[in-house]
């Protein structure tokens, strides 16, 4: 994976405001907020898609999110909040390391996610799920 803005951060090259760290994570603030306490909390392991890290470090991420979560809470006073975390251009990924965003919301501020489900069918859903739990009960490959 090439040298990405976050991959910066973590070689000291540059700065950040962080707010937690430990030997598999980083959390910091982001400079480009969405509402006051917007949080970035990404892995060192270096991946650019959450599907390409390793169980131990997707372990870690979640065992951090939600104490960095309920920090920012308490932090900001938001009594609710976003985690996003996008994978690939096509799902609005800007930088191509693995990242989550913890997005504290104060009414209808800075996000809009314009969500617009449609129905799933029943034959289509039970051939999707299948095809799902057959790929989980593959052998995985080597996330590293």
């Not at 090439?2 to 982001?30: K, Q």
């Not at 131990?56 to 991420?61: D, H, M, R, Y």
């Not at 309920?70 to 690939?88: D, I, K």
């Amino acid at each position: 994976m090439s040298a990405t803005l976050f991959g910066r951060i973590l070689d000291g090259e540059l700065p950040c405001h962080r707010v937690y760290e430990d030997d598999h994570v980083l959390a910091f603030l982001d400079i480009h907020p969405l509402s006051e306490g917007h949080t970035l909390v990404i892995p060192k392991e270096r991946k650019a898609h959450l599907h390409e890290l390793s169980d131990e470090q997707g372990a870690a991420l979640g065992r951090v999110l939600p104490r960095i979560a309920r920090a920012v809470l308490t932090a900001t006073g938001a009594t609710a909040y976003n985690v996003l975390q996008n994978n690939g251009a096509e799902a609005h990924q800007a930088v191509f390391h693995v990242h989550f965003h913890i997005i504290p919301r104060h009414g209808r501020d800075g996000l809009d996610l314009g969500w617009k489900p449609r129905p799933l069918a029943p034959p289509s859903g039970a051939a999707l799920a299948a095809r799902i739990a057959d790929a989980l009960a593959a052998p995985a490959p080597d996330a590293r």
